[in-house]
């Protein structure tokens, strides 16, 4: 009769419970995404169509193209096979790329841990101890009146934090916000990530490109050396000119170390990227000639890049975390409802422990209201508000700041094509400049002064066009960056095993 009486006391307590958390509310803001900004644009003017073209390597016309959609691996625009499969070996095995899947994980945990306050807490304590009682005066506390015997005692405890005002749901929301923080920081990092890897490529390439130059250049002074050498011998030219083409043909076999200083070292961050060691190697080696610029470039509208950039992305999700924690806020100056029960037996002997007579239970109820603190929780309300007021700045900020990185990256990419033109245009010139002088100079009539002139001209234009040429492979790298990269629905990345 006792354990029907239970079973009902437990059903009137769960109804009153789910009867209460229906009713109640979740304290504080309800956070809204922000609006993309209005008006906002890359350009104050008529964005330009495309670049300029330009015959030779790299050369060719990007068309931009508005509201196009961003490739997931738009890395394969440059049309480089060895390039794609170090992209895809550094999304496989970049260390910093692990450690940001792995605290997303981790927060998506936290996420779930702290949705158990939600749920009851439940409990089982089971306990036995050896008791003897005093004889004489004392009345015997067993029924069989023995001074001596063992008791048995099971419970089961159960308690429960009435979630009226929505602080427990507010402290999940803002746990969530944080997980989805980590998870665009995650896909900050790849995005960061395919980029490094494409502009170390393309830097390593045009470090090739200028170790080749810098040797053809190193071969023409030389030439040029022999034949003041020889017009020396004939008296053609002073000691002092032959010194001075001496000093010029030791200055470029000076400038060639350096180069292949900055290619090794360039080809060690390389392989850092795809989680290599110095003393390993990657089997991909580039150049110039073996990447192509992309003519298609999308041109995300500005609703898209707040919707797709990561960082503004991860900004809006820390504006949710710091909406949540001003309901935590608020909530924890509200009344607190807790719900607890408890039911068990006590018995000396564990085949009488379901006799009704030896079942106990009792159920409480608890209410706590902070009355004084000196402040504290109104006075943390005010920070909590305080904070949201400053995630919001944060947010407006890195939206101007993605704005004006594309702004920056359109400028570039023009401005770039015409610098690709000019370069090409000047190391034309004198390439044809320094050939004429030399085949003068062989015939005796022109002065040696006119070629040193026309070698440093070349020498200049040599390598300037091979940095036009990367600083463009660069900046096309730099736009999709800008961009937010190809965007993906799925939560996970490629690779995530989360």
Same mark, same amino acid.
């Given at each position: 009769?006792?354990?029907? &009486? ?146 048995? !005692? ?13 602080? #427990? ?10 997980? =989805? ?16 890897? $494409? ?10 490109? @200028? ?9 023409? =002074?030389?030439? $040029? ?30 400038? %060639? ?12 961050? %390389? ?16 150049? %110039? ?14 609703? @898209?890049? $707040? ?24 909530? #924890? ?62 947010? &407006?900020?890195? +939206? ?24 090409? !245009? ?24 006119? +070629? ?12 300037? %066009? ?33």
């Amino acid at each position: 009769m006792m354990a029907c &009486r239970s079973t009902a006391g437990f059903a009137r307590a769960s109804t009153l419970l789910a009867s209460l958390l229906l009713a109640g509310c979740a304290v504080g803001p309800d956070f809204k995404m922000p609006l993309a900004p209005q008006g906002a644009g890359y350009m104050a003017g008529t964005m330009i169509p495309s670049t300029v073209s330009t015959p030779g390597m790299l050369g060719e016309a990007q068309h931009f193209i508005p509201g196009k959609e961003i490739p997931d691996q738009w890395w394969r625009l440059f049309h480089s096979r060895p390039l794609n499969a170090l992209v895809e070996r550094a999304l496989a095995e970049n260390p910093t790329l692990a450690a940001a899947r792995a605290a997303l994980r981790a927060a998506r945990e936290n996420v779930l841990a702290q949705e158990g306050s939600l749920f009851p807490s439940v409990g089982l304590d089971a306990s036995d101890a050896r008791i003897r009682t005093a004889t004489g005066a004392l009345a015997p506390t067993s029924a069989s009146g023995a001074p001596e015997y063992t008791l048995y !005692t099971g419970q089961l405890n159960i308690s429960y934090a009435v979630d009226v005002f929505g602080l #427990n749901r507010r402290m999940i929301e803002s746990t969530a916000a944080q997980a =989805e923080t980590q998870r665009f920081q995650m896909e900050a990092a790849h995005l960061t990530l395919t980029t490094n890897v $494409v502009v170390a490529a393309a830097r390593e390439a045009g470090l090739r490109s @200028e170790i080749a130059a810098q040797q053809d250049i190193i071969k023409a =002074e030389s030439t $040029v050396t022999d034949i003041v050498r020889s017009q020396y011998k004939l008296g053609d030219v002073s000691e002092a000119n032959l010194l001075q083409q001496e000093a010029v043909l030791a200055q470029a076999r000076g400038l %060639l170390p350096p180069l292949q200083k900055q290619l090794a070292l360039q080809h060690n961050a %390389l392989i850092a990227l795809v989680g290599g060691f110095p003393n390993e190697d990657i089997a991909q080696q580039f150049d %110039l000639s073996s990447l192509r610029v992309p003519r298609d470039l999308p041109v995300s509208l500005p609703s @898209e890049l $707040v919707a797709q950039r990561p960082d503004i992305r991860a900004a809006a999700a820390n504006l949710h975390a710091a909406s949540a924690q001003v309901g935590v806020a608020i909530a #924890n100056r509200l009344p607190k409802i807790s719900l607890s029960a408890n039911a068990g037996t006590a018995v000396t002997t564990l085949a009488s422990s379901v006799t009704p007579t030896n079942m106990f239970f009792t159920m409480a109820g608890g209410l706590t209201q902070p009355l004084f603190d000196g402040g504290t929780l109104l006075h943390k309300e005010g920070a909590a508000k305080a904070l949201f007021d400053e995630a919001t700045s944060q947010y &407006r900020a890195t +939206v101007i700041g993605a704005f004006r990185d594309v702004a920056d990256t359109l400028h570039a990419l023009q401005s770039d094509a015409e610098a690709l033109r000019a370069a090409v !245009t000047a190391e034309r010139a004198a390439a044809r400049s320094f050939d004429t002088m030399q085949q003068q100079l062989k015939l005796g009539s022109t002065s040696y002064l006119y +070629v040193l002139d026309a070698e440093r001209t070349y020498e200049m234009a040599r390598l300037g %066009l091979v940095q036009a040429q990367v600083m463009r492979l660069a900046d096309t790298a730099a736009l999709f960056q800008a961009l937010g990269g190809g965007w993906r629905e799925s939560p996970d990345l490629p690779g995530d095993p989360g």
